[in-house]
């Protein structure tokens, strides 16, 4: 018996010393307690990446609540880091969803570089409050142009003459009741008037307009309804949300059947976007590699709409061009306030063509074809680069390139977006 409370009293003595030794060694305490769980990575914002500390002179919040719940992530994120990228570059690739199964690929933007934003919000304090800081929904909310904002019920000509926006250089009332009927940062009220816009939506559109009109064009003319444009998915602070699309930059060193199928789509969008069922002219102010884009199917959109007109074929223009030297800060505040207007009478049907013959069809088709097709192809755009003269007018002159290019076309799943439809259609 005594053997026996010896032995236990020893093992007690062990257990203490095992005790003691663990509370002692935080390494053999980790080694020995149960794992457990990681809380997840929280990712942090700032208002300042977002642009929101700088609201209601912002583009909208239709979508934060995706970003602050990690429905929308930035490519950096997939690192261990989970560091944001710079902000002060003008755009990033992402990644949505809906289900945090299935991810696609979006682009997050901002209406203009953080360098122009930062010296466009200094403008407005030191031209409208002689400060170098202030709030700007405050500064803005003050002037003339807001306050007849305020009182409209409607959005008229009157309000948006002297925006810098290629869009608004020569407005219809048709156009304008698009806009505010199509606002997608607020509920969809279906009305041409204001009523459902609060002050604070009233300064978003009009702050957005001033600045780039890019993410109105995608809400007003959706994808979804057959138009050249990624689909908008929303707004936060000042970063645009669309689906995203490769630059056709990285296409023009492409094998010849993609660059000839890139360039039968552009002539299709700039026919489209001079002839269609709602009788609107678009026409570009400038065009550039970034101008359009590529799904992943190989489907050509409009990658960036900021240098997009718009003239009302059925309604025309309500404002004369002498309307349109009108001056104010939301004028100038993404360029020189002296910058000289286009006059809505001096565009034509053929100047988005020959803008796209100069800039971006040659880098797109140069040395890609046997000696006979290249020298059409190469004689065609030389004419088309110096006005196309006046023997023609655009279709006929888009037919004649697209003539010369259909029988260089290939139907393989290279052509997601028409394949196999082509093997079954003279279409193709």
């Given at each position: 018996m005594g053997r026996w409370k010896c032995c236990l009293w020893s093992r007690v003595a062990l257990m203490l010393l095992l005790v003691l030794a663990l509370s002692c060694d935080?390494?053999?305490?980790?080694?020995?307690?149960?794992?457990?769980?990681?809380?997840?990575?929280?990712?942090?914002?700032?208002?300042?990446?977002?642009?929101?500390?700088?609201?209601?002179?912002?583009?909208?919040?239709?979508?934060?609540?995706?970003?602050?719940?990690?429905?929308?992530?930035?490519?950096?994120?997939?690192?261990?880091?989970?560091?944001?990228?710079?902000?002060?570059?003008?755009?990033?690739?992402?990644?949505?969803?809906?289900?945090?199964?299935?991810?696609?690929?979006?682009?997050?933007?901002?209406?203009?570089?953080?360098?122009?934003?930062?010296?466009?919000?200094?403008?407005?304090?030191?031209?409208?409050?002689?400060?170098?800081?202030?709030?700007?929904?405050?500064?803005?909310?003050?002037?003339?142009?807001?306050?007849?904002?305020?009182?409209?019920?409607?959005?008229?000509?009157?309000?948006?003459?002297?925006?810098?926006?290629?869009?608004?250089?020569?407005?219809?009332?048709?156009?304008?009741?698009?806009?505010?009927?199509?606002?997608?940062?607020?509920?969809?009220?279906?009305?041409?008037?204001?009523?459902?816009?609060?002050?604070?939506?009233?300064?978003?559109?009009?702050?957005?307009?001033?600045?780039?009109?890019?993410?109105?064009?995608?809400?007003?003319?959706?994808?979804?309804?057959?138009?050249?444009?990624?689909?908008?998915?929303?707004?936060?602070?000042?970063?645009?949300?669309?689906?995203?699309?490769?630059?056709?930059?990285?296409?023009?060193?492409?094998?010849?059947?993609v660059a000839v199928d890139l360039a039968l789509q552009l002539l299709a969008v700039l026919r489209s976007m001079a002839n269609n069922d709602l009788n609107y002219f678009f026409y570009f102010t400038r065009v550039d590699a970034g101008t359009f884009g590529v799904f992943s199917n190989g489907h050509l959109f409009i990658r960036d709409a900021s240098t997009l007109g718009i003239i009302d074929k059925e309604e025309g223009s309500q404002l004369i061009d002498g309307q349109q030297e009108y001056k104010d800060i939301f004028s100038c505040l993404t360029v020189d306030c002296q910058s000289a207007f286009v006059s809505c009478g001096s565009i034509t049907e053929k100047h988005s063509l020959v803008m796209v013959c100069q800039e971006l069809l040659p880098k797109l088709l140069a040395g890609k074809f046997l000696p006979p097709v290249q020298e059409k192809i190469d004689a065609f755009l030389q004419r088309c680069a110096h006005g196309l003269g006046d023997e023609r007018g655009v279709n006929e002159a888009i037919a004649e390139l697209a003539e010369i290019l259909k029988p260089l076309r290939s139907c393989d799943s290279r052509f997601a977006y028409r394949y196999p439809d082509c093997r079954y259609s003279d279409k193709y």
């Open positions: 935080p390494s053999a305490a980790a080694t020995a307690s149960p794992p457990v769980p990681h809380a997840k990575p929280s990712y942090s914002f700032g208002r300042t990446f977002l642009g929101l500390d700088k609201c209601n002179a912002c583009i909208g919040t239709s979508i934060c609540k995706k970003f602050f719940k990690e429905e929308i992530r930035f490519d950096t994120w997939l690192s261990s880091h989970l560091k944001l990228p710079p902000s002060s570059l003008l755009s990033y690739s992402g990644n949505y969803t809906d289900d945090a199964k299935s991810w696609r690929l979006v682009d997050i933007t901002r209406l203009t570089s953080k360098y122009q934003h930062d010296r466009a919000d200094k403008r407005i304090c030191t031209s409208l409050l002689k400060t170098k800081t202030c709030s700007l929904e405050r500064a803005l909310r003050r002037t003339q142009r807001f306050q007849k904002w305020l009182r409209a019920k409607r959005l008229t000509p009157d309000l948006v003459q002297g925006l810098s926006s290629p869009m608004l250089r020569c407005p219809s009332q048709r156009l304008l009741d698009r806009i505010v009927r199509r606002y997608a940062e607020v509920p969809d009220a279906g009305s041409i008037y204001m009523d459902h816009l609060t002050d604070r939506d009233k300064l978003r559109l009009l702050y957005t307009l001033a600045v780039n009109s890019h993410p109105i064009l995608l809400q007003i003319f959706p994808d979804v309804e057959g138009w050249p444009f990624p689909r908008y998915l929303g707004s936060c602070g000042r970063l645009v949300v669309s689906a995203s699309t490769q630059p056709l930059r990285d296409f023009f060193g492409a094998a010849p059947e």
